[in-house]
């Protein structure tokens, strides 16, 4: 079965996975596995945040129970990071030197690949976009875009933790190498050490977790550049403030309660 399917939420039935192929890739390339269509209504969610506050782990549990895609640019960029040397476009190895910094990638470079892969801001699935928009002009040009296909944000999630809790987060987390799943060495450990639970691949430290100063850095290209973020969602109506302290699973409950209604 590998991680390619859900259990439903009455933990009865599988569902299939949306993979994200046309996000990851861009280009022509089509998703294996095209959302279910959402019972209800498709949610166009933002999940604005901290790096390292849960916004990835938020996004596995609510994307497996909403049915809506898991839209991250950060995952676009360690995607793009895998392929040979040769087939990385200018624009993306220039971008893997500013994340390893940790620094923000251009505004422009983002846009570029969003704007690529602006069908997938129309799937009938919905999204939930993770770790962009993320600053002032990335918000802008989602604004614009969204409104051209006639697509309404639902809701901005704003996950607010303390920032030492968000350096413990960052400091233990783990990757899986192959099917990249989140771990965490204390809060989310596998069941052999340094072997994923779901593929049997190898389990990494993001490079851009390891050094103090990177993620420092990181911290502070947050402060400086996604923090406005806050007030620009809030004079629009549509950001909701929520405690990312507790385990996953009780703050994926406070999400439903306070921003999805259920
Ligand atoms: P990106 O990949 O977006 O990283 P980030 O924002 O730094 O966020 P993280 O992925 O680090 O954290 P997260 O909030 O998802 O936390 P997670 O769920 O993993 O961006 C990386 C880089 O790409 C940027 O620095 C930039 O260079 C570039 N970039 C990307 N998008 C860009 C854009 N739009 N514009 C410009 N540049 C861009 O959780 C962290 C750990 O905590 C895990 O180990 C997890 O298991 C654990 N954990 C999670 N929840 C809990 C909990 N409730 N209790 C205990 N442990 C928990």
Known sequence: MGNRFFPTADGVGLVPKPDRTAWLKGGEAQCLRPPRQPLGRAWHLILLGPPGVGKGTQAALLSERLACCHLSTGDLFRTAKCLAEQDQSPAIRSALGYMTRGELVPDETVLGLVGERR?????????LLDGFPRTVAQARALDELLKKDEVRLTAVLNYELPVEKIVARLAGRRLCSQCKTVFHVETRPTRVAGVCDHCGGKLV?????????????????YEQSTRPLVEYYQKRRLLIPIDAGGTPEEIYRRTRLLALGR
């Open 205 to 221: 430290q993001r490079e851009d977790d390891r050094a103090a100063s990177v993620v420092e850095a990181r911290m502070q290209a």
């Open 119 to 127: 069908r997938c801001l129309r799937c009938s699935g919905g999204f």
